[in-house]
């Protein structure tokens, strides 16, 4: 099943699921990309695809409909960040690894540590 809080991104994607081309699959209700099985709903729990292929095949089929699912939800004023792609995640540790430096020269190495483990589990999503 595909349990999600993102109502109109599932009618939509019921919407789009006849006229998805063959190389890419359903697993039940869900998206799923065939290279690295990062599914749909795990994109939008956390915001990340898994590599190239499912960023070309959501990007492609599902996240125009997100970023209209986006705007609508912005008007609500709950704006949550589903999407990023890689290079916003690059970005991400890029910032992180430059705050983790600044609290080693600052020998804050507690600091410095909690930013390496940030880093270290933003770059195994
Ligand atoms: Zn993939």
New binding site residues.
Partial sequence: MFYSPFDNAVSGLNKIKNEIADEKLFFGEDLV?K??K?RLSDLLETGY???E??YSLFEKDVLPMIYDFHKAVRHTGKRPEIIETKAAKQKQIEELLKRQAEASASEDYILAQSIKEKIEELRRK
């Fill in positions: 990309c290279r690295c990062t695809v898994g590599c292929d499912c």
